[in-house]
Every structure is written in C-alpha cells, then in structure tokens.
Nanobody, 117 residues
Framework: QVQLEESGGGLVQAGGSLRLSCAAS????????MGWFRQAPGKRRERVAS????????NYADAVKGRFAISRDNAKNTVYLQMNSLKPEDTAVYYC??????????WGQGTQVTVSP
C-alpha cells in the first residue's frame, strides 16, 4: 500500500501563494487517482482538487477554480497543489489522498495552511 506525507503548509498573507507537496512511498502513485482535500475547524472535509492517473484530467472545487492547480510527477512519486491568491477562507488542514477503487483509501497526516487577512 502507499504512504503519503504532505509538506509545504504555513502562514501566508491574503493574496499570497503556497505550494503543497505530497510525497508517496511504498507504491507508485501512478497506480492511483489522487486528490487534495481540506478541513477547516468546525467544518466538514471537502475535496479541493483531483487528478487522473497520468495527470491529463483535473477537477476543482468551485471555491478554488482559477486559483489552485493540482499536478503530479509520477517519476518523483509526488503530487502538488499550487495555491495562488490565497484567501482567509482557505485556512484549513490540507490532506493528500489516493483513491483505490471508488473511494479515497489512503491519507496523509495533513499540513496546516493559515491565511491571515
């Protein structure tokens, strides 16, 4: 099975950018459809973006369209989330996940993103 570890979170001012990375080990991510999720305090976890096996197809939540970009480098076994024009409402713990079958069965531990006004 695959293990996932996120990095790249931090504190940024509104309008700034961050790039999250999700490094995989144990198995190639080329075997998985990948996604980024986030969960803010008191809110349900939501899917932010997803990317197909080869990276040819991406999908985004309406709240982040045009600002976030998901990508993957299967050779480096890493998935990325480029976040631009960040807003305070983007503050959350961000998780990387790998889909197996019809559900996301593998998760990282999360990385905190905090956007100050």
């Amino acid at each position: 099975q695959v293990q996932l570890e996120e990095s790249g979170g931090g504190l940024v001012q509104a309008g700034g950018s961050l790039r999250l990375s999700c490094a995989a080990s144990g198995r190639s991510i080329s075997d998985y459809f990948m996604g980024w999720f986030r969960q803010a305090p008191g809110k349900r976890r939501e899917r932010v973006a997803s990317i197909s096996f080869s990276g040819g197809t991406t999908n985004y939540a309406d709240a982040v369209k045009g600002r976030f970009a998901i990508s993957r480098d299967n050779a480096k076994n890493t998935v990325y989330l480029q976040m631009n024009s960040l807003k305070p409402e983007d503050t959350a713990v961000y998780y990387c996940a790998a889909q197996q079958g019809y559900q996301y069965g593998y998760w990282g531990q999360g990385t905190q993103v905090t956007v100050s006004p």
